[in-house]
């Protein structure tokens, strides 16, 4: 049994930062185990124009400092012109669609697909990614990821040369969808591997669980987990880490959002040991992200060892998961 690993450059393929102090506080945490990361555009108001788009990249290079980080930036879905995306492709590594409402500050997301399929289609010729939040806003909470699957399909299908990205998924049926076409491809979250909605609310509350998509029944969870543990080729590490102030999660009417970054690469070390999958990790933290967007990150060695660390009970206010808690793998 190893009890000590290193992971080479890896990625962490949806992560949002914010921007000010919040961004301040979350980059270098990031950037301290990671080697790059695909940086969310739900700002408000989003980052939805090449004049937003490099103002943001020069904040997170400024808030990662000496730390070797790729911030790899996504666009918010809109409809675009040719000029807009001819001018953006270089600086994005995607364009992330939110349906309207349907999360934090996804406001002005996308109201109507068939009005999003111009764009989807100049995307398609332009080879730029399409990442996805797929949920349908006006379904019971825990079917509107499955809800969204046959709009992947019809997507997948329409645009069979667009490269799909099934953001954070959460249900054993998406992880079939991967299977079913080449062009679909999914992220998923540390906690999803880890917890169901039993974890959330089965018990006494907890609002630091508390996520959109929300945490799901055992067995889409164990499905979820298998697919990481065989290091599935379509399906890559994206935290989601999402920091919200504790005062915006300890309330009524609780943020949606896990705080993981920090301490992600040492809980997923520390999962994948348990289950005998240590080998599976290298391709789930990085080198399925490679295949899939063509990316070639910064070299960047991470070294993990088998002895318990303490989680801070905050970074600056934000509670991250497993508050207080042990981890039994830890970064040197
Ligand atoms: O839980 C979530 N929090 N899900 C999202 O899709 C957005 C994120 C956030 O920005 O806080
Ligand atoms: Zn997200």
């Known amino acids: 049994m190893p009890t000590e690993i290193f992971l080479q450059s890896p990625l962490d393929m949806h992560i949002h930062l914010r921007e000010g102090a919040m961004l301040d506080l979350v980059a270098p945490l990031s950037a301290e185990t990671f080697a790059g990361g695909v940086i969310m555009p739900n700002l408000v108001p989003p980052v939805a124009d090449l004049e937003r788009l490099e103002w943001y990249m020069g904040e997170v290079r400024r808030a990662v400092g000496e730390h070797i980080f790729t911030p790899y930036m996504a666009l918010f879905f809109r409809n675009y012109s040719e000029a807009d995306l ?9 364009i992330k669609l939110y349906p309207e409402g349907v999360t934090t500050n996804s406001e002005g997301g996308v109201k109507s697909l068939s009005d999003a399929e111009q764009t989807m289609a100049m995307m398609q010729d332009m080879d730029i990614p399409l990442l996805v939040h797929g949920e349908v806003p006006e379904s019971f909470v825990m079917d509107r990821e499955s809800d969204f699957l046959p709009i ?5 299908q329409k645009f069979p040369r667009l490269k799909i990205i099934m953001e954070h998924i959460t249900t054993a049926a998406a992880v079939k969808l991967l299977d079913r076409y080449e062009n679909v491809h999914a992220t998923v979250t540390l906690q999803h591997l880890l917890i169901t909605l039993d974890d959330v609310a089965g018990g006494l509350l907890n609002p630091h669980l508390f996520c959109k998509p929300i945490a799901k029944r055992p067995e ?7 697919a990481a543990l065989t290091a599935h080729p379509k399906l890559m590490f994206g935290s989601d880490s999402a920091p919200h102030p504790l005062e915006k999660k300890e309330c009524c009417g609780c943020a949606a959002g896990v705080f993981t970054a920090p301490v992600a690469l040492a809980m997923l070390a520390e999962l994948f040991d348990a289950h005998d999958a240590l080998d599976k990790l290298q391709a789930f933290v990085s080198g399925n992200a490679q295949s899939i967007y063509g990316l070639r990150p910064p070299a960047k060695t991470v070294h ?3 002895e318990p660390c303490t989680v801070p009970a905050k970074y600056g206010d934000v509670v991250p998961i497993r508050s207080g808690g042990e981890i039994g793998w830890r970064v040197v």
Do not use: M, N, P, S
Request: charged share 35%.
């Open 86 to 94: 001819a001018a953006v492709r270089e600086h994005i590594i995607g």
């Open 304 to 306: 993990l060892l088998k």
């Open 152 to 156: 992947y399909d019809e997507l997948a």
């Open 220 to 226: 889409d969870r164990d499905a979820l987990l298998h």
